[in-house]
């Protein structure tokens, strides 16, 4: 008899795809991520929330040191941040509904962009993460980005890692 895996799969019933998250930052992987997720989205008819995560102990520091130097502006600093964080997501939506989908963004502000991603998805029953393996942040960690590891090892739903 085959097994249970998942509420959404059950023997030769395939899973149900609705909700792809992808969760994007201004690395070079942008663009192969948003070209997957297109993909992927029109062969499934899955909508596509796209979400960008500040890390709130690093926007932190920077805070405090703006509020430090320039005389308490740090209220001002971080709503330009998410600003421009909106407006990023922004271009990406413009991509996505230009083929027909159904998109939505969202800045998130968490302790580390992992456990952003990971709670978005859970919260909004997300069926599908897709994520790059290296980000903004620089080197890999053995032969994936530590953010997509830890999205890989503790999502509640599938991830499809882009390379």
């Known amino acids: 008899m085959p ?8 023997g030769n019933e395939k899973p149900k795809i609705s909700r792809i998250l992808i969760a994007l930052d ?7 991520i948003i070209a997957y997720a297109i993909t992927l989205s029109k062969s499934l008819g899955a909508s596509v929330t796209v ?3 500040l890390d709130k102990a690093s926007l932190g520091v920077i805070r405090n040191m703006i509020g430090y ?4 502006k740090a209220e001002e600093y971080e709503k330009a941040v998410k600003k421009q964080a909106e ?4 271009e990406s939506k413009v991509l996505f509904e230009k083929e027909g989908i159904n998109t939505t963004t969202a800045v998130v502000i968490k302790s580390s962009a992992a456990e952003g991603i990971i709670d ?3 919260d909004n029953d997300v069926d599908l993460i897709l994520i790059g393996t290296k980000g903004i ?10 953010i997509a590891n830890s999205v890989i090892g503790h999502a509640h739903c599938p991830v499809l890692a882009i390379r």
Do not use: D
């Open 69 to 72: 130097y320039r005389g308490g």
């Open 51 to 53: 979400i960008h995560v």
């Open 3 to 10: 097994q249970q895996t998942n509420n959404k799969s059950v």
């Open 87 to 90: 407006e990023f997501l922004n």
């Open 26 to 32: 201004k690395s070079g992987y942008k663009e192969k």
């Open 120 to 122: 978005y998805a859970k």
């Open 137 to 146: 942040t620089g080197g890999a960690r053995f032969l994936m980005g530590g």
